[in-house]
């Protein structure tokens, strides 16, 4: 695991941004280390009151990102937390949930941060998740590229200088 090389985002004031959070409800402990992340993120940003909505897992993030993008979300962090196990079912739902919300993106124009982990185990997510001794905070790191690209997009479409 290594922080090197990622990037210092800076999206400054976004209280006039209407933002959602998804978050699976599997390994929850975890998934409180990444809410908890992308919670301070967003308030660190101003956005006071984001909407957060529970699915089942990480393959229902995609579709009820999408249904967010559609009701004009312009910034929505998706949580989720995929563990590899004995079967196939890890590379099918971590494909499924990736896919979707690059899907999500890229057809609605709204600015979705990739806050899903897929690990080999449940300690790489604990590292990972935000959690008292982790070394990372994936939870924060996708609400701040929400909230930037959310930013960049908004200059895009107003043609403003980049």
Do not use: N
Not at 11 to 35: F, K, P, Q, T
């Amino acid at each position: 695991m290594s922080k090197e090389g990622a990037p210092v985002l800076g999206a400054g004031d976004c209280h006039d941004l209407r933002v959602a959070v998804v978050a699976a409800s599997w390994h929850e402990e975890i998934m409180g280390g990444l809410l908890g992340g992308a919670e301070r993120a967003l308030g660190e940003c101003r956005v006071e009151a984001p909407t957060v909505v529970h699915v089942p897992g990480s393959f229902e993030l995609p579709v009820v990102a999408g249904a967010l993008a559609h009701q004009g979300y312009d910034a929505i962090v998706a949580l989720g937390v995929i563990i590899r196990g004995g079967t196939p079912h890890f590379e099918y739902v971590s494909s499924a949930a990736t896919d979707g919300l690059a899907r999500v993106a890229t057809e609605t124009g709204a600015a979705v941060g990739f806050g899903l982990l897929t690990c080999d185990d449940e300690q790489q997510a604990r590292d990972r998740a935000g959690l008292p001794g982790s070394g990372e905070d994936k939870g924060y790191e996708a609400a701040q590229a929400a909230l930037a690209t959310a930013r960049t997009l908004q200059r895009i479409r107003r043609r403003e200088p980049l």
